[in-house]
């Protein structure tokens, strides 16, 4: 079983061709982050392997990596909520740059909660990615990015996404307790063996950046990107300040959603204050 497919680069294929001492008999996808289903298309040829994939996490693959006006309705959406025209822009040519490079599985075998495969139950974990699904059997959990050692999964609002992505992700952390997996084996690093223990560290980490992102509100109107700047000072390129930006949005909007800020935004670009 193979599990995510990376980018899809030219060692994916040697290594699916040369590598491997048993045959490939499907292929699961837990997000359709670049890293994680964009090698899917290659992997599903070489090995001819059935691919499977959520849902609703295949709804959103289309919707992005289908979508030829992707980069462009991106670059809008950051514009709207404060970001400068010089770093749009950037986000607009890396995402046309990116273009050729997109590929994936069509049409996988679509899963959803509480189905089975090859053994393993399948867990939506939303959050890190709206879609996301976790593996669970016999206490390991093939995690994606829901858990991930030494950093805390990016977690961002971004257009049609979840309205309340950092909720639905504290939610999936709190499942993780009940979980109680022995082990979780991420998408990146080595294996976690207290799966329990990090989830209660990214929980706590994110109640601090909850407390820092009210403490940047007051009672005049920012920007996510007026408020990025304040949550992550220091100097970050294009396509780092636009995913501070989509973590500070995802902080802003669970503050809405708990009453203690304000979203505004009919007239001009969408702001928030303290509730
Ligand atoms: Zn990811």
Redesign the pocket.
Known sequence: MLVDTGLGLPDLEELLRAELEEPVERILI??F?P??VWGGETAHRVTGAPVFQGRLDYEQCEQVWGSRDWPERIAAWFRGHGVPPEIADEVLDQGVAAAPLIRFARDPERLAEGDRVGGWDVVELPG??DG?LGFLHDGVLLA??HLLPGIT??VGLYPESRPDPLGAYLASLQRTFELAPRIALP?HGEPIDDPVARAREIVEHHDERLERTAEALGPEPRTGYAVSLALFPTELGPSQRRFAVAETLSHLERLVTTGSARRLGDVGPVTYTAA
């Open positions: 837990t997000h982050h890293d994680h890190h990615a996301h994606g990015d999964p990016a998408g």
